[in-house]
């Protein structure tokens, strides 16, 4: 049985984001690399964001099919995605939600306004607008009042705020919610508390590295001391 992700509509869509990434990103990410050449290896935050805007910076396809596969397995119903860029993970997720049935959400944040409209364009083009709200702003602003319970947390932004927003969104997760975090091997000194914090013994989260793009880290919130966020 095909599924909304095979759809020719869907399949049109992702196909022109992946082909407009793969001609656009290696420029944009050769000249940052340029850039923090020349004044060194921590850069302002503003201005990378700035060098990065027209970046996609998308999931590879077989991590996309992978979201597809751990949304739909668990009936995600409410999903977050931290850092939407143009959508295309949002896409896979959506087509997840649609599959599972029955009044599902994906709620992602971007902070550019323009990264948001084309997020939206592309969304509506794969006929799958109508499943996601995408919130503009700081992600600890918009996301901090997402209603639980919470099914599935894609966290791919800035590698510095995976525990911060993790945290924040940890009192609605439903008791058996997944959490995966994109890209292991970008800025890993960023990443290190949030991969101490879910691997931690009594942590509340069960954790696994899949060997997938740059690698993700795959966890499942199941309670501890009592919490057992929004179920």
Request: glycine content about 12%; hydrophobic content about 40%.
């Amino acid at each position: 049985m095909s599924t909304t992700l095979d759809s020719p509509r869907v399949q049109r869509t992702l196909d022109r984001l992946f082909q407009d990434a793969d001609s656009g990103d290696p420029g944009i990410i050769a000249r940052v690399r340029g850039d923090l050449e020349r004044r060194g290896p921590s850069p302002d935050p503003e201005r990378l964001a700035h060098l990065l805007a027209d970046a996609y910076l998308p999931v590879s396809r077989e991590v996309g099919r992978l979201l597809h596969l751990l949304a739909f397995a668990t009936r995600a119903r409410t999903v977050v995605e931290f850092g939407t860029s143009f959508g295309i993970s949002t896409v896979f997720l959506a087509a997840a939600v649609r599959d599972a049935g029955g009044g599902g959400r994906v709620i992602g944040s971007e902070m550019h306004p323009e990264k948001v409209r084309r997020a939206r364009h592309n969304l509506e083009e794969s006929g799958l607008g109508e499943l996601v709200e995408i919130r503009e702003g700081d992600a600890l602003v918009t996301l901090r009042d997402v209603e639980g319970p919470i099914d599935l947390v894609l966290l791919d932004g800035w590698k510095n705020l995976y525990l911060p927003v993790l945290q924040m969104l940890e009192p609605r997760l439903r008791r058996g919610a997944l959490i995966v975090a994109d890209d292991l091997d970008i800025a890993p000194d960023d990443l290190r508390p949030y991969l101490e914090y879910v691997r931690g013994a009594g942590s509340g989260y069960g954790s696994v590295e899949i060997p997938l793009g740059d690698r993700l880290e795959v966890s499942c919130w199941h309670g501890r001391d009592g919490r057992e966020g929004g179920a």
